[in-house]
């Protein structure tokens, strides 16, 4: 599995491999959450308070279905910043030249005050 995290952990790219899948060669649903929850972590890192991020809601929407050795690209951005909370869209489409949407999420963060 090939995996790469770019422009300050905000994109994420890997290739569905073999024991991503299941036998009808589809990507497993849990195997793309991980994947996503990976690359949200990874941007909530650099926000300056992240020690007191705790987590609030998801909304997770599978469009289409990935195959085995599809390119994935996971991006996510900040939709909503606050002094009370955080809120990042995900989208994740296949490397092609139109860039398939297979599925959008988005995941909601508390901002707690330091104690």
């Known amino acids: 599995m090939n995996t790469q995290i770019t422009s300050?952990?905000?994109?994420?790219?890997f290739t569905v491999?073999?024991?991503?899948?299941?036998?009808?060669?589809?990507?497993k649903t849990g195997v793309l959450y991980r994947k996503i929850e990976t690359s949200v972590t990874s941007s909530l890192?650099?926000?300056k308070n992240f020690p007191n991020l705790s987590f609030k809601s998801i909304d997770f929407d599978i469009i289409?279905?990935?195959?085995?050795?599809?390119?994935?690209?996971?991006?996510?951005?900040?939709k909503k910043l606050s002094d009370?909370?955080?809120?990042?869209?995900?989208t994740v489409s296949k490397e092609e030249k139109k860039q398939?949407?297979?599925?959008?999420?988005?995941?909601g963060y508390h901002l707690q005050k330091a104690s």
């Open 64 to 78: 289409k279905n990935a195959y085995l050795n599809d390119n994935l690209i996971i991006k996510n951005n900040i």
């Open 45 to 47: 890192v650099f926000h």
């Open 8 to 13: 300050k952990n905000s994109t994420l790219q």
């Open 17 to 27: 491999s073999k024991k991503q899948v299941h036998k009808n060669k589809t990507l």
């Open 100 to 107: 398939e949407i297979i599925c959008k999420a988005l995941f």
């Open 84 to 90: 009370t909370e955080i809120i990042l869209q995900i």
